[in-house]
């Protein structure tokens, strides 16, 4: 069955970096495109970050971009969201989720998340 | 960016009973590309309904989606325990963009 799990959540300084990692299994990963979707504890969903099937397209929410890059490693069927000059409110479980099928953008499975909290 | 407003905040019903949850859009949807996820207590969301209408694979169908254009419904003919949770709407015409959120709780 599909599977994400998420890692490399924690705690970090506003301004610092974080790395988180996604590795998928169950399905033909480099045929799907990926995404990364964040909620703060408590409150809603927030779309953060595309990345096509085979690398060559992204897209990102206005809130992210130019600090976040979303990437793929095929061969190792792990999605990345490298995360820089963190802010307090980029404080929220992110999850990996995979789209419908290319293009569609929305999304039939998830990670259980990985928790990032930006505090001084 | 199209914004989604999902009403009510916080709808309080009993096991058997029928809900009705609105997501309204800002402008109208192409394709009426909607989706609707369930979102239970300290669980990730999972996708029901896709396509305004459409339901994911393995998803009850005591679960239905309808409308078009700005206005659009997700119906639970009758509600199970397991339903009480959270329910969120999501266009995926024009960029992505959520709603804000139905709670659908135990009277």
């Known amino acids: 069955q599909v599977q994400l799990v998420e890692s490399g959540g924690g705690v970090v300084q506003p301004g610092m970096s974080l790395r988180l990692s996604c590795a998928a299994s169950?399905?033909?990963?480099?045929?799907?495109?990926m995404h990364w979707v964040r909620q703060v504890p408590g409150k809603g969903l927030e779309w953060v970050a595309v990345?096509?099937?085979?690398?060559?397209?992204?897209n990102y929410a206005d809130s992210v971009k130019g600090r976040f890059t979303i990437s793929r490693d095929n061969s190792k069927k792990t999605l990345f969201l490298q995360m820089n000059s963190l802010r307090v409110e980029d404080t929220a479980v992110y999850y990996c989720?995979?789209?419908?099928?290319?293009?569609?953008?929305?999304?039939?499975?998830w990670g259980q998340g990985s928790l990032v909290i930006v505090s001084s | 960016e199209i914004v989604l407003t999902q009403s009510p905040g916080t709808l309080s019903l009993s096991p058997g009973e029928r809900a009705t949850l609105s997501c309204r859009a800002s402008?109208?949807?192409?394709?009426?590309?909607l989706a609707w996820y369930q979102q239970r207590r300290g669980q990730a969301p999972r996708l029901l309904i896709f396509g305004a209408s459409s339901r994911a694979t393995g998803i009850p169908d005591r679960f239905s989606g309808s409308g078009s254009g700005t206005d659009f419904t997700l119906t639970i003919s009758r509600l199970e325990p397991e339903d009480f949770a959270v329910y969120y709407c999501?266009?995926?015409?024009?960029?992505?963009?959520f709603g804000g959120g139905t709670k659908v709780e135990i009277k």
């Open positions: 999501q266009q995926y015409g024009t960029s992505l963009t």
């Open positions: 990345l096509w099937y085979d690398g060559s397209g992204e």
């Open positions: 402008q109208s949807l192409s394709s009426n590309s």
């Open positions: 169950g399905f033909a990963f480099s045929t799907y495109g």
């Open positions: 989720a995979r789209d419908f099928y290319g293009g569609a953008n929305f999304f039939d499975s």
